[in-house]
């Protein structure tokens, strides 16, 4: 596996990291608002994650072949018909623009809640893709769900790639036929305080009868409860009872990272209400691994192919048999 440097932007908890990572990259650099999360990000990576993006030196931050970057959905102005830098600027999108017109990565990954795809009539992503190839980058983006790469999670989201080469033809991952079952994702014991309470249980049962077992609950904003075998997306600042395990239970804080795809390995060290926020904020780690490969792949076959473009070979007609130049490769003039 062919090793690449990548950088970590709004890192969280390192969902893009531990999906690049995966691919063989190396992370030189993190940066992390939330202060809980960059001590979960350093517990468990070794790297100290970086405060405010928009406090940053970008001279600091060191050249990297992938630029990784989960960032918030923000309105863009359009105050006075703004053209180019000024529709932007004081979003987070123009930090990772800053950036990218230092550092000029040749591959870059973002991603962003489904909504991005429609905020503010389309103006918002239409001004990032515009945004993106005016630095000079080939891009596509497309919504992607959780559930479609291996987790029982309901969790779509825009992905948007962008390539310096522009004879890039990327693909976007195949999906899974199936996800992993809840009986995988769920503990078999738990603590007492993650219990609803009686009159939240008794509340729910008499309401809804589930088809599934094991199955998450989920109650909408109207009070309307379904349930499946999966979880409907983690919200970072959802209800205590938005999901319910079987209708009893609320999720515990490794049973939620796994349904982010983070392993057990992954050292819970906040409290539970912090990791329950984190968990909730962070990338499916499996979505992202395939998106990321699809990236590698796309733009190592494009290298290959204008190496190849750089020799033809020397035609036979008009050499004499024993001419050395006969079926040999030479350079473009």
């Known amino acids: 596996m062919k090793k690449f440097k990548f950088i970590d932007l709004f890192a969280g908890i390192g969902g893009f990291h531990q999906a690049a990572a995966a691919n063989g990259g190396v992370c030189l650099f993190a940066s992390e ?40 959905c923000q309105p863009f102005s359009i105050i006075g018909n703004r053209q180019g830098f000024d529709d932007i600027r004081g979003t987070l999108f123009f930090e990772i623009v800053k950036i990218l017109e230092s550092k000029k990565p040749p591959m870059i990954v ?9 905020h503010d009539n389309k103006r918002t992503i239409t001004k990032i893709i515009d945004t993106l190839k005016s630095l000079g980058y080939k891009t ?12 029982p999670q309901k969790r779509e989201r825009v992905l948007i790639v962008g390539f310096l080469n522009y004879d890039v033809v990327f693909n976007w991952p195949e999906k899974i036929k199936h996800y992993k079952p809840l009986s995988e994702i769920l503990e078999q014991t738990i603590d007492d305080k993650h ?4 009159r ?8 809804h009868t589930s088809e599934h077992y094991p199955s998450i609950w989920h109650e909408n904003k109207s009070g309307h409860i379904s349930s499946y075998p999966f979880s409907c997306a983690l919200r970072s600042g959802a209800s205590y009872n938005y999901l319910l395990v079987n209708g009893e239970r609320r999720l515990t804080p490794r049973e939620m990272l796994r349904l982010q795809g983070f392993s057990d390995n992954f050292k819970i060290v906040c409290t539970d209400s912090q990791t329950r926020k984190q968990a909730g904020n962070a990338v499916p780690v499996p979505m992202i691994e395939a998106v ?15 190496a190849q473009k750089k020799y033809r070979t020397v035609p036979a007609r008009g050499l004499t048999e024993g001419c050395n130049l006969r079926g040999q490769p030479v350079a473009y003039i």
């Open 292 to 306: 990321i490969k699809e990236v590698l792949n796309a733009a190592t076959e494009a290298a290959r192919c204008q």
């Open 195 to 198: 219990l609803a309470s009686q």
């Open 140 to 151: 596509d983006w497309k919504v992607l769900n959780a559930l479609d790469y291996g987790l």
């Open 33 to 72: 608002i939330d202060s809980a999360a960059k001590i979960a990000y350093e517990s468990n990576y070794g790297l100290q994650p970086h405060g405010d993006i928009t406090k940053v030196d970008i001279e600091l931050i060191p050249d990297h072949d992938l630029l990784c970057a989960g960032f918030p």
């Open 110 to 118: 973002l991603e962003n809640v489904k909504q991005l795809a429609t």
């Open 200 to 207: 939240i249980a008794d509340k729910r049962q008499a309401k």
